[in-house]
């Protein structure tokens, strides 16, 4: 198994696949490929569970379990989240791969404003996404920027632990949620009370969570989470929905004072088949756009605020960040139109780039030309 795992890695596989009864799978670049010819057993199903899961009492429990999360790592080669459900009466595993080296908004390629973003005193910020989005990568990296250059305590709370943080400027403590503590909500009550300057919450699901976490950006602190929406709009009717009527309004208004920005992305295919590349929506909170989050008959023009605060806030749209990607040859037209809020604007706008771009060489060499290849990489 060592070795699947080691070529799993080494061909780029963000997630394994293992159940009773068929081959090896790994998700390569965003396509399941098969990694062997030999189909799996119940047996050795159970056997690979048993090993991966860390705690005694639960591997004693193993017949009786249908859900299960830990994580693993295998010296040398790299850290695994794993997964462990059980389908037609036997287990199955998915592990995603975790690297060693934490990311940094260079390797992401992430816009200059996540530094911004990582470096407020207080608030909350939000990163969104698809499941398998990159969302763990980007908060792995906000905490980087902290860790590198600034004297804060981080404290995260995580089910489970993924990236593993090495103090460097910063101090970070990670805690599992089922290990460390029982619960997201009881463990980030007891980190208002662990002096935090900067609290990581895995996953913002339910209304406790969420009220705590709002609290906490209330009084000084800087809280980062996720939410599985796919646009900052989304996020906030997501947020607001998951209250009650009569509580919705006073949300909105303490979503408002405390919101600070809102990342939701995308992992597209590179136009040179070497991996996936992340597409963004950067709404950075202005005060125009806190007036909108209060009034939910403004909420609609939200989207048009991103993409004219790009020159002075370095807000972004989905189809302004797909449209830069296309223009530098990262990825496709035709995959950017794919994954595009307006698809028939951002056909546009190639288009008018690539007839702008001609115009002006024709003044230089004497001739038009309605070549764009410059535009698609």
Same mark, same amino acid.
């Given at each position: 198994?060592?070795?699947?795992?080691?070529?799993?890695?080494?061909?780029? !596989?963000?997630?394994?696949?293992?159940?009773?009864?068929?081959?090896?799978?790994?998700?390569?670049?965003? =396509?399941?490929?098969?990694?062997?010819?030999? =189909?799996?057993?119940?047996?050795?199903?159970?056997?690979?569970?048993? #090993?991966?899961?860390?705690?005694?009492?639960?591997?004693?429990?193993?017949?009786?379990?249908?859900?299960?999360?830990?994580?693993?790592?295998?010296?040398?080669?790299?850290?695994?989240?794993?997964?462990?459900?059980?389908?037609?009466?036997? $287990?199955?595993?998915?592990?995603?791969?975790?690297?060693? %080296?934490?990311?940094?908004? %260079?390797?992401?390629?992430?816009?200059?404003?996540?530094? #911004?973003?990582?470096?407020?005193?207080?608030?909350?910020?939000?990163?969104?996404?698809?499941?398998?989005?990159?969302?763990?990568?980007?908060?792995?990296?906000?905490?980087?920027?902290?860790?590198?250059?600034?004297?804060?305590?981080?404290?995260?709370?995580?089910?489970?632990?993924?990236?593993?943080?090495?103090?460097?400027? !910063?101090?970070?403590?990670?805690?599992?949620?089922?290990?460390?503590?029982?619960?997201?909500?009881?463990?980030?009550? !007891?980190?208002?009370?662990?002096?935090?300057?900067?609290? $990581?919450?895995?996953?913002?699901?339910?209304?406790?969570?969420?009220?705590?976490?709002?609290?906490?950006?209330?009084?000084?602190?800087?809280?980062?989470?996720?939410?599985?929406?796919?646009?900052?709009?989304?996020?906030?009717?997501?947020?607001?929905?998951?209250?009650?009527?009569?509580?919705?309004?006073?949300?909105?208004?303490?979503?408002?004072?405390?919101?600070? !920005?809102?990342?939701?992305?995308?992992?597209?295919?590179?136009?040179?088949?070497?991996?996936?590349?992340?597409?963004?929506?950067?709404?950075?909170?202005?005060?125009?756009?806190?007036?909108?989050?209060?009034?939910? /008959?403004?909420?609609?023009?939200?989207?048009?605020?991103?993409?004219?605060?790009?020159?002075?806030?370095?807000?972004?749209?989905?189809?302004?960040?797909?449209?830069? $990607?296309?223009?530098?040859?990262?990825?496709?037209?035709?995959?950017?139109?794919?994954?595009?809020?307006?698809?028939?604007?951002?056909?546009?706008?190639?288009?008018?780039?690539?007839?702008?771009?001609?115009?002006?060489?024709?003044?230089?060499? /004497?001739?038009?030309?309605?070549?764009?290849?410059?535009?698609?990489?």
């Amino acid at each position: 198994m060592n070795e699947v795992f080691k070529a799993a890695i080494e061909r780029g !596989a963000s997630d394994i696949h293992m159940k009773a009864g068929d081959v090896i799978r790994a998700r390569v670049h965003g =396509r399941l490929t098969t990694l062997t010819q030999q =189909r799996m057993t119940p047996d050795q199903v159970r056997a690979l569970a048993l #090993k991966l899961i860390p705690r005694e009492e639960d591997r004693a429990r193993i017949d009786d379990m249908s859900d299960y999360d830990c994580s693993w790592g295998l010296p040398g080669l790299g850290r695994f989240r794993v997964n462990i459900l059980r389908q037609r009466g036997s $287990l199955m595993i998915v592990m995603r791969v975790i690297p060693f %080296e934490i990311p940094t908004f %260079e390797d992401l390629r992430m816009p200059e404003v996540m530094r #911004k973003i990582s470096e407020h005193e207080r608030g909350l910020v939000l990163v969104t996404g698809i499941t398998g989005s990159g969302k763990s990568s980007t908060l792995a990296a906000m905490v980087e920027h902290i860790n590198r250059n600034m004297e804060k305590h981080v404290v995260t709370l995580e089910n489970p632990i993924e990236f593993l943080h090495r103090d460097k400027k !910063a101090s970070v403590t990670q805690r599992d949620i089922g290990t460390d503590t029982v619960s997201f909500a009881m463990g980030l009550r !007891a980190a208002l009370r662990q002096d935090p300057d900067v609290i $990581l919450i895995g996953e913002m699901r339910d209304t406790e969570t969420i009220d705590i976490a709002l609290k906490a950006a209330e009084t000084g602190h800087l809280v980062i989470s996720t939410v599985h929406t796919q646009n900052a709009v989304q996020t906030l009717s997501r947020l607001v929905s998951v209250f009650d009527r009569s509580e919705q309004e006073m949300l909105r208004v303490r979503l408002s004072e405390t919101l600070q !920005a809102i990342i939701s992305q995308r992992l597209l295919p590179r136009a040179d088949g070497k991996g996936r590349i992340v597409a963004c929506e950067v709404m950075i909170v202005t005060g125009t756009i806190r007036d909108c989050i209060r009034d939910p /008959g403004r909420v609609e023009e939200i989207p048009d605020l991103i993409e004219e605060g790009r020159e002075h806030y370095r807000s972004q749209s989905f189809d302004q960040h797909l449209l830069e $990607l296309v223009q530098d040859g990262s990825v496709s037209f035709e995959v950017a139109k794919a994954a595009a809020t307006t698809p028939s604007d951002l056909d546009l706008k190639v288009n008018f780039l690539g007839e702008s771009s001609g115009k002006e060489g024709g003044e230089e060499d /004497g001739e038009g030309s309605d070549d764009m290849s410059h535009l698609f990489g």
